[in-house]
């Protein structure tokens, strides 16, 4: 008996590797995936550069190298005392926090080459976009019957939906991200901050009578829903009319109805984001999506990164509903270490402040290929910039995209790119862009 189930194993484990080659055979006929000693000690060096750089910059943390070239342990000292309860189970958080550094490198270094504003060219051109996709960020989008009603669909998401997206790669320079932590009023970084090409905002932060702190410029600002939902306070927050304000969920009837009567004069988008998985889902995060997808540097302020955080506190008011914040102290170690963003934070209040250890950019660059390759990406190992896009759809014809007064990276990254928008397929990070090519 035992032997016939042995064989009967054997027999199911041969047919479905059979079926796995010819699937992957397929999918993937010129098998680009080699992976090449260059690639893993590509991936060797950014695991050891990075622990390092963890350890000269991480406040305490520390980073171990996990079973594989990808896998990597975030550690606190023994004696953090974790403060923050899941709802849940009742459970205190961790010290210790599994990452993938081959996951994070691959995905992030996409963000900064693709776009995150959502526009009327992407339903378009992505199959069955507005049956399977534009419903979703429409609230109670179910009740719409998957956009049987075009009209209805792009009526309602008209106000928010450009043709073609407002911002391209490196459009901006230094941008500066700026959460809501109440560690903001150890520092004045006002002045610093308003140093920066642009500025982004989240939800309700105030600005007047913080200025000392937090600076008075303000380019951009990320809403979640219920920030959404209270646009017109919202919109009052700075200068009427001159921030943009982008929406991380899904566009509501309340508020098309500001927009159109109050009226709200700034331009309102939605994200398009990348999917990072549970890690990475917080306002704060995708502030720093958004950032480092349409500028050259990005740096982060106010979002409680030191030792001794206390999670409840926002600077402009008492109480708030905090979440896994020894993850997030790690995960955003993890994306300065990765060469993604500079910390700012009152243990680390020096303007210049060097990231030690940081990996060199032809180091990222080799670490990233070799990622591509061991996550088997499309496009992976190709020196063709397009090779990562699974979609290709033509532009309609229209406006030429004048790129006078672009800063030059902006002007050589759109050479190399040869014009394309390349777009995120949500949730997808795994299945290539979609890429609008001119
Ligand atoms: C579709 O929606 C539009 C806009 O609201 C409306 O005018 C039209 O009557 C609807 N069509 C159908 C077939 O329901
Ligand atoms: C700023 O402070 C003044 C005086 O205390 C107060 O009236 C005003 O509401 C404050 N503004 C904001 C945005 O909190
Ligand atoms: C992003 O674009 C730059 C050129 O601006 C290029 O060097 C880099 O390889 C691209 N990254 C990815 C992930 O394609």
Request: with cysteine.
């Amino acid at each position: 008996m035992r032997l016939l189930r042995l064989g009967f194993v054997i027999a199911l484990a041969s047919g479905l590797a059979a079926i796995l080659i010819y699937i992957t055979g397929v999918s993937n006929p010129d098998w680009s995936f080699h992976i090449s000693n260059e690639d893993l000690e590509a991936l060797r060096s950014l695991q050891s550069h990075f622990q390092q750089c963890v350890s000269a910059n991480g406040l305490g943390l520390q980073a171990v190298s996990g079973r594989d070239y990808c896998e990597i342990t975030m550690k606190f000292p023994m004696e953090t005392v974790p403060k923050w309860r899941d709802p849940k189970t009742g459970e205190l958080e961790g010290l210790s926090f599994d990452f993938n550094l081959c996951e994070a490198v691959a995905t992030w270094e996409q963000v900064r080459n693709t776009t995150t504003i959502l526009t009327r060219e992407y339903i378009d051109a992505l199959p069955n976009g507005w049956e399977e996709y534009a419903w979703r960020r429409i609230n109670k989008g179910v009740l719409l019957n998957r956009c049987e009603n075009r009209t209805l669909c792009m009526e309602k998401l008209s106000l928010v939906l450009p043709q073609r997206p407002p911002y391209i790669p490196r459009q901006f320079g230094r941008c500066a991200v700026i959460g809501n932590s109440g560690d903001l009023l150890k520092t004045k970084f006002g002045n610093e901050i308003d140093r920066y090409d642009a500025v982004v905002r989240e939800n309700g932060a105030p600005i007047e009578n913080f200025t000392e702190y937090v600076g008075t410029k303000s380019t951009f600002r990320l809403l979640n829903r219920g920030s959404a939902k209270a646009l017109d306070k919202v919109a009052e927050l700075y200068d009427k009319g001159k921030e943009v304000l982008i929406v991380k969920t899904t566009i509501h009837d309340i508020m098309s109805k500001m927009i159109r009567e109050v009226p709200i004069l700034n331009p309102v988008y939605l994200i398009l984001g990348s999917s990072f998985g549970s890690a990475a889902k917080g306002t704060g995060l995708k502030a720093l999506e958004f950032a480092l997808s349409m500028c050259d540097t990005v740096d982060m302020y106010g979002f409680t990164v030191d030792p001794g955080y206390k999670e409840w506190t926002r600077y402009f008011s008492e109480s708030r509903q905090g979440h896994t914040p020894l993850h997030g102290r790690a995960y955003y170690q993890m994306m300065e270490c990765l060469g993604l963003i500079k910390i700012h934070s009152p243990m680390r209040a020096d303007p210049n402040r060097v990231v030690k250890w940081v990996p060199s950019h032809s180091l990222i660059t080799a670490a990233r290929i070799a990622s591509e390759k061991v996550l088997r990406r499309i496009g992976a190992g190709s020196a063709d910039p397009l090779a990562a896009c699974s979609i290709i759809e033509k532009r309609q014809k229209g406006k030429i995209t004048s790129m006078s007064g672009f800063k030059k990276a902006a002007i050589e990254h759109q050479k190399y790119v040869k014009g394309t928008t390349m777009y995120p397929l949500e949730h997808n990070p795994g299945h290539g862009l979609l890429c609008m090519v001119p």
